[in-house]
């Protein structure tokens, strides 16, 4: 199979899909590995680290979409990266189609067939190629907004786990899947008071008796919404697989929320949970809308790229090497993981949420 890496596009992505290591790996399969020249370089690792383990390095993305079968990248392709993508490409990436219908068209028109790491799955049905990134992202959504509390940033002036004389921040994290587990466990290391919110009350138990200053209440309107009025960090971490994230935390809530109160929704990429979350990037992260400072970045683990592509190209290693291999659509996992075959939707849930 040849194999292309490309840079990635979107504004500050620093990752890279795939490790030296891990490209080493794929070449004494017998695959042959190109790469956008300064792929890696954000993620600490250069050009020549991929050529001493057989990775050829093309200097334009014109010549590495053109050289190989294979895309294997981080996030979903925007503009510049559709214009070279070819009807027999494979793509393999992250994508979130369910919220992306623009997306979504743009890439049956072009008539490839596309997968997306969120909804590949495990021998158990789980969705091994997104938890890395989710724990990422629910670690760091505790310490951007730890930051954004602060006055400068232009928020309410709070140190969130707070001293031994004063109130520590309340911290309100909706979800305790992978991502929302990390926030909340983050969050209450700090010291901050932690309510975390789900519907299946067994998911936030554990982390309940492991920190007691979590406190774990069962996802209701009225929980919600009490829990929002009284929070100085918001996380917004829910997730239904392939589907749009339902929306938790209306208008009206965050209006009733402190001036200088937080929010960062997790789930932006897929819609978001809180009606007034927008997607933005790391070159302008923030706005304010009710005097509540929101942050809707997209891509939130392309702030650490060192961590996140070791994490990333760890696990999607197995994936790549199994579609290296003729009969790699017989593989149950990387059949759901198909969203697109050939420029048709391939995918129920994506179906289901375009739809809607």
């Not at 979130?96 to 008539?111: D, M, P, S, V």
């Not at 232009?154 to 004063?166: E, Y």
């Not at 650490?304 to 994490?311: F, I, K, N």
Request: aromatic share 4%; glycine share 8%.
């Amino acid at each position: 199979m040849k194999i292309g890496i490309p840079k990635e596009s979107k504004v500050l992505e620093g990752r890279v899909a795939l490790i030296p290591e891990a490209c080493a790996s794929l070449v004494r399969q017998g695959n042959e590995l190109f790469m956008e020249s300064g792929a890696g370089e954000l993620s600490g690792y250069k050009d020549e680290q991929y050529i001493a383990h057989g990775v050829v390095i093309k200097s334009t993305a014109v010549e590495l979409f053109a050289s190989a079968c294979l895309i294997v990248k981080v996030k979903e392709p925007v503009d510049q990266d559709l214009q070279y993508l070819r009807k027999d490409h494979i793509l393999f990436c992250y994508l979130h189609l369910a919220a992306n219908l623009t997306l979504t068209q743009r890439l049956c028109e072009i008539g490839l067939t596309a997968i997306a790491f969120e909804t590949v799955t495990d021998g158990s049905g789980r969705l091994p190629l997104l938890k890395p990134m989710s724990e990422i992202a629910g670690t760091l959504a505790i310490q951007i907004g730890t930051h954004l509390l602060h006055q400068p940033q232009g928020g309410k002036g709070l140190m969130l786990g707070g001293l031994s004389m004063t109130e520590p921040g309340h911290v309100v994290v909706l979800g305790a899947g992978v991502a929302g587990s990390a926030a909340a466990s983050q969050a209450a290391a700090m010291g901050a008071r932690v309510t975390l919110i789900d519907r299946d009350e067994s998911r936030f138990e554990k982390l309940s008796r492991q920190y007691q200053n979590i406190s774990g209440e069962l996802s209701s309107e009225i929980s919600i919404a009490k829990a929002v009025n009284e929070a100085d960090l918001l996380v917004g971490a829910v997730l239904l697989p392939g589907l749009h994230a339902p929306r938790l935390v209306s208008e009206s809530q965050v209006k009733c929320m402190q001036p200088g109160s937080v929010i960062i929704d997790i789930s932006v990429d897929q819609g978001g949970c809180i009606e007034t979350i927008k997607p933005t990037n790391y070159s302008e992260p923030t706005y304010f809308k009710h005097d509540v400072l929101h942050f809707g970045v997209t891509n939130m683990p392309g702030a650490v790229p060192r961590t996140a592509s070791q994490a990333l190209s760890a696990v999607i290693l197995p994936y790549v090497q199994c579609l290296c291999e003729d009969n790699w659509q017989l593989d149950k996992n990387l059949q759901n993981g198909i969203n697109v075959r050939h420029g048709e939707i391939d995918n129920p849930l994506i179906k289901q949420a375009l739809k809607q």
